[in-house]
């Protein structure tokens, strides 16, 4: 495997119990992530983007194919190992932020940090250096209830990056933003991506948001087609 591959999917298969018959959703699916690529992955509401999503990031797995993180086999990981590899490898933004109500900015950015066990004093001097490039250095101590819709969001992309992850993986992280929000949280995925290096695979149902990335799938009957390689 290249040494730029970070994960490898090959002939990804997933089929849920449907009312009447079941739903082949991805059907022999190849896609590959290189370290800091920026890429969109476009489609239909209920294309299957978010499973294929989930499948890549150890929150599901497939029914059938491989996936490689680099030269490890997602499929040979038990649930503990899968939840460490999510924790340590992957960040995730939502269309929804999850934030935990009852806790401040900063101690939602805190969480990974703290599953992954490392020291107090690391965890706050990354989280309030997150928020800063977050532009939400004066809301650290503010609860989600005292927050706009795109300052959780931008809370949720610090949280995503609290443990250095190598890929961010964003399920349509627009879906609930004005046009001025999305504009703002893209130029900050754009901009982290850089400074991070970390590769991001964006899901949305908007091409138009798709077409601000250098690379686009679109999938379709299950597949990823019509690869559109642009600028960066």
Do not use: W
């Not at 370290?35 to 499948?55: D, P, Y």
């Not at 900015?105 to 992954?116: H, K, R, S």
């Not at 627009?174 to 995925?189: P, Q, V």
């Not at 590769?199 to 299950?222: C, F, M, Q, S």
């Amino acid at each position: 495997m290249n040494s730029d591959i970070l994960i490898h999917a090959e002939n990804i298969h997933k089929t849920y119990t449907g009312k009447t018959e079941p739903v082949h959703v991805l059907r022999g699916v190849d896609f590959t992530i290189r370290q800091n690529g920026f890429t969109a992955i476009v489609g239909a509401s209920g294309c299957g983007k978010s499973t294929l999503l989930h499948i890549l990031g150890g929150l599901d797995r497939p029914d059938r194919g491989v996936i490689r993180f680099r030269d490890k086999d997602l499929a040979q990981m038990d649930d503990e190992k899968l939840a460490r590899f999510r924790n340590r490898k992957i960040g995730f933004i939502f269309q929804f932020h999850h934030l935990l109500p009852e806790f401040t900015a900063l101690e939602n950015v805190f969480m990974p940090g703290l599953i992954a066990g490392k020291p107090m004093s690391e965890i706050r001097r990354r989280a309030e250096y997150l928020l800063e490039e977050t532009g939400l250095k004066n809301r650290m101590d503010h609860r989600p209830s005292e927050l706009s819709g795109g300052e959780q969001q931008r809370i949720a992309v610090a949280r995503a990056l609290m443990n250095e992850p190598e890929i961010i993986m964003a399920d349509e992280p627009t879906g609930n933003l004005d046009e001025r929000n999305t504009e703002k949280l893209l130029s900050l995925l754009f901009n982290l991506r850089e400074k991070e290096k970390t590769a991001i695979v964006l899901i949305t149902h908007d091409t138009r948001i798709a077409e601000k990335t250098p690379i686009i799938y679109r999938l379709t009957n299950g597949q990823l087609v019509e690869a559109e390689l642009r600028d960066s």
